[in-house]
């Protein structure tokens, strides 16, 4: 690849551990320009990348890949492992349909050990990875790498807790870019931890282990002894490992992970000893470009931008449903003392950095913690509050055993707001939007919303801070359009949630009715202007649909009365989603009639652009109106 010429001279990742440091240094900053470039580019998650290039030249230095294993939490950072492990020549295509997707595959190459895309899983998954290859009696190591904000989350606290008592040979790597490093790496301190790292000491130390463990009797609780007051030394001098010691895990660091010469000594010195380690390592996320360094928050996951002064290239000014969601919070807010955000490492994209600049007081951003934010927040509703949860679809896929049990089962007014719901473009089928309804329209008490647009979406929230019980809004991150289908006269201040539950007519037609759910409501009136212009003599009944749960049963059937013939339209899984509840029940109702209904099929389609995956699944206008087409052309079974 021209312009990056060490790069390009690579042919194997064993290769990086025979280049001189100079060349590894120059080779990080060949691939800084090619992530920077890149991304912007395609967009994708550009500081997390930057903020591990020296680690992931260090990683591949020391260890021995793909026998070594190395798990990556989340995947935000494997852009550079991607680009060293055979893939440089396809990295232009990253986040593109039939290109790299933009977190680890086991598809994709041999050197991406376990596929991730949700956070807190790598230790748990390397723990796993460790057993078998101790099962099968293999001793190569396996590295866990995981983020200071993934180690929040209690599944790597659960992970972490077993590991540690495993004794298996697994290396947990946690790069911390969140803190700059601090006393603990100067003076004394820097000077003990070089000892503890030196491979001679680490040699004679596993001599007397053996010699002391042949002692009868007293040999192995000597060690456990002289290992407590190493721990309780340890401890004293670092607090920031204690908790790690604790769990069972032998504390490396923090180490610079920006210097390649210490992070390969570490690491070379850490395959030496056996169990349980953590090497704790500091990093600056968005190291290498100023304006990621900056506001790492911002460029963490960005759409393509201008190179020479990082700004984004899209040049829309309406409103993303992110947006309206955010403004419409400030004016719950001042209207009811009661009303509270909660979301999880997500106040900027969910919409609600400037709630969070109005009210501070009233929002809690918990981390990557979405069991304990839904909780927290029916505890907020049982003590009086009016909680509004605000979570990306995929990760609330996290939290469901929580939003049945301790949500719905206590009919506890908790407003759920699934941001990014429905096809989502770029990230690949871990960050797909589309298991909310299949997983939640069964659920005791709940009312499920669907907003088409601005209007509705303000309605919903605003009806929903007087409903007593829970509510769930799911919207995609799409510009959110101003059209007006509500009731003229609806009142926020004293009307019932259900104003809003009725069907409401597009068109009206007696060839077919068309019911389509929330924002998929554009595309399938595209698809009905489009068989009504070919063919006059059709007409179909189009309604809109912005409430899924309880659904407008009565106006469906007196359509379908008309017309014999029923097509469901929405973008979630069509295999136990809205439109299969909705065909079954009108089957149960109606008798014999020609039904059918469109949603997303292919659920583990790889990385494309939302109007690709669309088309993909026959979502589409294109796709919509040949599929009513043919069951327009059907037979009309008479009414019973």
């Known amino acids: 690849m021209s312009g990056y010429p060490l790069l390009s001279s690579l042919k194997n990742p064993s290769e990086i551990h025979h280049l001189s440091h100079g060349e590894k240094t120059r080779l990080a900053q060949e691939l800084r320009e090619l992530i920077i470039e890149t991304v912007s580019r395609n967009g994708g998650h550009l500081a997390p990348n930057l903020g591990v290039v020296e680690l ?61 895309g949700h956070s807190s899983t790598s230790v748990s998954a390397a723990l796993g990875i460790a057993r078998a290859k101790r099962a099968k009696g293999e001793a190569t190591r396996t590295v866990a790498l995981i983020g200071d904000g993934s180690m929040g989350g209690g599944m790597a606290f659960e992970a972490l807790s077993d590991a540690g008592q ?83 895990f032998r504390y490396y660091g923090p180490v610079d992970g920006h210097d390649l010469k210490d992070l390969e000594r570490h690491l070379q010195a850490l395959k030496l000893v056996r169990g349980p380690l953590l090497l704790h390592v500091v990093t600056v996320k968005g190291k290498g470009y100023s304006f990621a360094e900056e506001a790492p928050e911002f460029y963490h996951g960005v759409s393509p931008f201008d190179l020479t002064n990082g700004k984004s290239q899209s040049h829309e000014e309406a409103k993303s449903f992110s947006q309206v969601f955010g403004e419409t919070m400030i004016e719950l807010a001042g209207l009811d003392r009661r009303v509270v955000a909660v979301t999880a490492a997500m106040t900027q994209g969910t919409g609600l950095l400037p709630f969070a600049g109005r009210y501070p007081d009233r929002l809690w951003d918990v981390g990557i913690a979405e069991q304990h934010a839904v909780t927290m927040a029916a505890g907020m509703a049982a003590g009086g509050l009016r909680p509004y949860v605000a979570i990306y679809s995929t990760f609330m896929q996290r939290a469901q055993d929580q939003v049945l049990h301790d949500v719905c089962l206590q009919n506890l007014p908790v407003v759920f707001a699934l941001d990014r719901s429905g096809l989502v473009s770029g990230d690949g089928e871990t960050h797909q939007g589309i298991y909310d309804l299949a997983l939640s329209l069964s659920y005791p008490n709940l009312t499920v919303f669907a907003p088409a647009s601005e209007i509705d979406l303000k309605a919903i929230l605003h009806l929903s801070r007087r409903h007593q019980g829970p509510v769930m809004i799911r919207y995609p991150h799409d510009i959110a359009g101003s059209g007006h289908l509500l009731p003229d006269d609806i009142d926020f201040a004293s009307d019932p949630l259900d104003r809003l539950f009725p069907l409401r007519k597009l068109s009206d037609g007696t060839s077919l009715t068309v019911i389509a759910l929330g924002t998929a409501m554009r595309e399938a009136e595209k698809a009905v202007n489009h068989i009504t212009n070919m063919n006059p003599e059709l007409s179909v009944d189009l309604y809109s649909c912005i409430c899924a749960l309880p659904f407008d049963y009565h106006n469906m059937l007196e359509s379908i009365h008309k017309t014999g013939r029923l097509f469901v339209v929405e973008e979630g899984c069509e295999i136990g989603g809205f439109g299969s509840m909705i065909v079954s029940e009108a089957v149960r109702l109606y008798g014999k009639l020609y039904a059918d209904f469109a949603g997303v099929l292919n659920r583990t389609s790889g990385q494309a652009a939302r109007t690709e995956l669309r088309h993909d699944e026959t979502l589409d206008p294109e796709g919509l109106s040949e599929r009513m087409i043919r069951l327009i052309s059907r037979t009309v079974v008479p009414a019973p």
């Not at 870019?177 to 680490?202: F, K, P, W």
């Not at 002894?225 to 908790?243: E, P």
Request: aromatic share 10%.
């Open 166 to 248: 495993s004794g298996e040979n697994l290396l947990v790597i946690l790069n911390d870019n969140q803190m700059c490093i601090d006393h603990v790496v100067g003076g004394l301190a820097r000077h003990l931890e070089y000892l503890r790292t030196s491979q001679r000491y680490i040699r004679f130390k596993t001599a007397w282990e053996v010699r002391l463990g042949r002692i009868p009797l007293l040999g192995r609780p000597l060690i456990r002894v002289l290992a407590s007051i190493k721990r309780f030394g340890r401890s004293w001098r670092r607090k920031g490992g204690a908790i790690f010691e604790q769990l069972g």
């Open 56 to 116: 992931t030249i260090a990683l591949l230095s020391s260890l021995d890949v793909p026998d070594d294993s190395v798990v990556f939490d989340v995947g935000h950072q494997c852009y550079a492992w991607k680009i060293l492990t055979g893939r440089l020549e396809k990295f232009p295509t990253l986040r593109q349909k039939g290109g790299l997707s933009g977190f680890p595959k086991r598809d994709e190459s041999p050197y991406d050990a376990f596929n991730t």
